[in-house]
């Protein structure tokens, strides 16, 4: 038998310790039935790539290291489609010594020097565009940027029919992640509403305050004249390195007297005015680090309280690697003292800020929740705030709940409804 390199005979990766069970046959995953015919040639390139022609026009290449890398056979994969085979041992120059398609013009098999037949459902390797391709439909949903005129617009559901249709889940989802904000309406006035909600999702996203909190304020003789402070815009955790994705705050029962309104605006929009009126505050707002403090006892646990003491810098604008804004934090009750810049440009960063803060002013909407509505919205990006109010008289109440979902939650559960009920194809 012929060797190649580092490659050992007979075994031409190392496999990790396999998860039997797998379903019968080779070929892992459900394969979509490719319709049309294929050609493949190129094992004596100088490249070391085939090329595979389809009879739709698409010519693709494939470097033999990456077939090499990714057969889809079960010796290679386990039937939760994770690959079996590790790095360590990959030969990085392998040899393929024949190639063909499957009778049934399903596969593209390639015989490679070690004695494995790989096997490409056809199907699955047009998917395969490398730079020129897109593998996770969640990255296509750009952010609609909005303003005040929100308020007239928002998107409702209706809290039963997204714990009971997957569709209309992920169009609530698919809002949160474009618009940043929807409510629900038709929840009970109880608490435990945001648990279930969760649980059609996956779970709740715990932090040092638990899994979810309770907002509740009552009546009092003894503080009938105490005014509960403006909370002024936010966003929650910014304390946090892993800052919550989705917030929800069901009310579950709403002040009656005048103040305690919700307050929300577009980071994203207030960013956008910023960058054009003030590049130089924009700049600052990206590039400086801003410190966040939390300082808390929980007690979150059924036994005893636990002290925490959550510390991080962060820009205030944080952008992605291509320059575009990704995510925003900001908070003045968490914004701690400390401030790492040159003591020279400790006023020009207050003023960026204030000028980032009074544009989140302009350009948000007041809205007061009613009992029954859980609004629901993009953690790093919508910033919420509420007015002031005072319980001065007896019997007033406000009460509610809220908790966060982890946006790695979300988005696996837009692509499991997204590949099961409207049939997108993504990376496998």
């Given at each position: 038998?012929?060797?190649?390199?580092?490659?050992?005979?007979?075994?031409?990766?190392?496999?990790?310790?396999?998860?039997?069970?797998?379903?019968?046959?080779?070929?892992?995953?459900?394969?979509?039935?490719?319709?049309?015919?294929?050609?493949?040639?190129?094992?004596?390139?100088?490249?070391?790539?085939?090329?595979?022609?389809?009879?739709?026009?698409?010519?693709?290449?494939?470097?033999?290291?990456?077939?090499?890398?990714?057969?889809?056979?079960?010796?290679?994969?386990?039937?939760?489609?994770?690959?079996?085979?590790?790095?360590?041992?990959?030969?990085?120059?392998?040899?393929?010594?024949?190639?063909?398609?499957?009778?049934?013009?399903?596969?593209?098999?390639?015989?490679?020097?070690?004695?494995?037949?790989?096997?490409?459902?056809?199907?699955?390797?047009?998917?395969?565009?490398?730079?020129?391709?897109?593998?996770?439909?969640?990255?296509?949903?750009?952010?609609?940027?909005?303003?005040?005129?929100?308020?007239?617009?928002?998107?409702?559901?209706?809290?039963?029919?997204?714990?009971?249709?997957?569709?209309?889940?992920?169009?609530?989802?698919?809002?949160?992640?474009?618009?940043?904000?929807?409510?629900?309406?038709?929840?009970?006035?109880?608490?435990?509403?945001?648990?279930?909600?969760?649980?059609?999702?996956?779970?709740?996203?715990?932090?040092?305050?638990?899994?979810?909190?309770?907002?509740?304020?009552?009546?009092?003789?003894?503080?009938?004249e105490k005014l509960s402070f403006n909370l002024g815009m936010h966003t929650d955790l910014s304390s946090s390195i892993q800052a919550p994705g989705i917030q929800m705050l069901h009310c579950i029962h709403q002040f009656t007297g005048e103040g305690a309104v919700n307050e929300f605006a577009d980071a994203f929009n207030a960013a956008k005015i910023l960058e054009k009126i003030?590049?130089?505050?924009?700049?600052?707002?990206?590039?400086?680090?801003?410190?966040?403090?939390?300082?808390?006892?929980?007690?979150?646990?059924?036994?005893?309280?636990?002290?925490?003491?959550?510390?991080?810098?962060?820009?205030?604008?944080?952008?992605?690697?291509?320059?575009?804004?990704?995510?925003?934090?900001?908070?003045?009750?968490?914004?701690?003292?400390?401030?790492?810049?040159?003591?020279?440009?400790?006023?020009?960063?207050?003023?960026?800020?204030?000028?980032?803060?009074?544009?989140?002013?302009?350009?948000?909407?007041?809205?007061?929740?009613?009992?029954?509505?859980?609004?629901?919205?993009?953690?790093?990006?919508?910033?919420?705030?509420?007015?002031?109010?005072?319980?001065?008289?007896?019997?007033?109440?406000?009460?509610?709940?809220?908790?966060?979902?982890?946006?790695?939650?979300?988005?696996?559960?837009?692509?499991?409804?997204?590949?099961?009920?409207?049939?997108?194809?993504?990376?496998?």
């Amino acid at each position: 038998m012929m060797m190649n390199g580092n490659a050992m005979p007979n075994d031409h990766r190392k496999a990790m310790s396999p998860n039997e069970g797998h379903p019968a046959g080779r070929i892992l995953h459900p394969k979509i039935r490719y319709e049309g015919t294929a050609e493949v040639s190129g094992r004596d390139d100088p490249d070391a790539m085939y090329t595979v022609r389809f009879s739709d026009g698409l010519t693709q290449r494939y470097p033999f290291v990456w077939l090499k890398d990714n057969c889809r056979c079960r010796e290679c994969y386990n039937s939760y489609g994770q690959r079996r085979l590790l790095m360590e041992t990959l030969d990085l120059d392998p040899k393929p010594i024949s190639e063909e398609v499957s009778e049934d013009g399903q596969d593209l098999l390639v015989t490679w020097a070690d004695d494995h037949v790989a096997e490409y459902p056809l199907s699955w390797l047009r998917q395969q565009r490398f730079d020129q391709g897109s593998y996770d439909p969640v990255e296509e949903y750009k952010p609609i940027i909005w303003g005040p005129e929100l308020k007239d617009n928002i998107q409702t559901f209706k809290l039963d029919d997204i714990l009971k249709d997957d569709e209309l889940l992920l169009q609530w989802m698919e809002t949160l992640l474009t618009t940043g904000l929807a409510i629900l309406t038709g929840a009970p006035p109880e608490t435990g509403v945001l648990r279930t909600i969760a649980d059609r999702v996956a779970f709740l996203k715990q932090t040092i305050y638990g899994s979810t909190f309770q907002v509740h304020n009552k009546y009092e003789e003894s503080n009938a004249e105490k005014l509960s402070f403006n909370l002024g815009m936010h966003t929650d955790l910014s304390s946090s390195i892993q800052a919550p994705g989705i917030q929800m705050l069901h009310c579950i029962h709403q002040f009656t007297g005048e103040g305690a309104v919700n307050e929300f605006a577009d980071a994203f929009n207030a960013a956008k005015i910023l960058e054009k009126i003030d590049p130089e505050a924009y700049r600052l707002l990206t590039t400086t680090k801003i410190h966040f403090r939390s300082i808390a006892t929980s007690q979150f646990r059924s036994k005893d309280q636990l002290d925490f003491y959550q510390l991080v810098a962060r820009p205030i604008l944080e952008l992605d690697d291509s320059g575009n804004l990704k995510q925003v934090y900001y908070g003045d009750l968490l914004r701690a003292p400390c401030l790492a810049v040159p003591v020279e440009q400790v006023r020009d960063v207050y003023a960026a800020i204030k000028k980032f803060y009074d544009t989140l002013t302009e350009t948000c909407f007041k809205y007061k929740l009613k009992q029954g509505e859980i609004v629901t919205f993009n953690n790093t990006r919508v910033m919420h705030g509420r007015t002031e109010f005072r319980m001065n008289k007896p019997g007033m109440i406000r009460h509610y709940e809220g908790a966060y979902l982890g946006w790695d939650e979300v988005y696996s559960r837009m692509r499991v409804i997204m590949k099961s009920k409207r049939n997108i194809d993504m990376c496998m």
